[in-house]
Nanobody, 130 residues
Framework: QVRVVESGGDSVEVGGSLKLSCAVS????????MGWFRQGPGKGREGVAT???????KYSDSVKGRFTVTYDDAGNTLYLQMSNLKPEDTAMYYC????????????????????????RGQGTQVTVSS
């Protein structure tokens, strides 16, 4: 059973930076697509970033160039480094994972466009204020 637990959310000012963490347990060493999605107040889910088991990454247009997703194999931790934060980045951020073999859920931006992950955490709140 895959389990993911997010942390690192906080209140920051416009233009600031923040790094979110997601502790992953129970996942196989390969064939896993992982990523982040968010849900702002009164909004639907928005895919933010994904990383496939070969390290390939995809980002939504709204965060491209400002956010970076990485995975630490040794620590089994997924990260989201966020910089130049904007008020519209305010949301609950969730970590997600899907197990299905290489080039499946992450392929072609599928999970980025459809952020309904098989496994997800409880979320961590990010608030950006001016």
């Amino acid at each position: 059973q895959v389990r993911v637990v997010e942390s690192g959310g906080d209140s920051v000012e416009v233009g600031g930076s923040l790094k979110l963490s997601c502790a992953v347990s129970g996942a196989p060493k390969s064939g896993v697509c992982m990523g982040w999605f968010r849900q702002g107040p009164g909004k639907g889910r928005e895919g933010v970033a994904t990383i496939d088991d070969d390290g390939s990454k995809k980002y939504s247009d709204s965060v491209k160039g400002r956010f970076t997703v990485t995975y630490d194999d040794a620590g089994n931790t997924l990260y989201l480094q966020m910089s130049n934060l904007k008020p519209e980045d305010t949301a609950m951020y969730y970590c997600g994972a899907d197990v299905g073999g290489h080039n499946t859920f992450c392929s072609g931006g599928y999970r980025l466009r459809n952020p309904h992950w098989g496994y997800r955490g409880q979320g961590t709140q990010v608030t950006v204020s001016s």
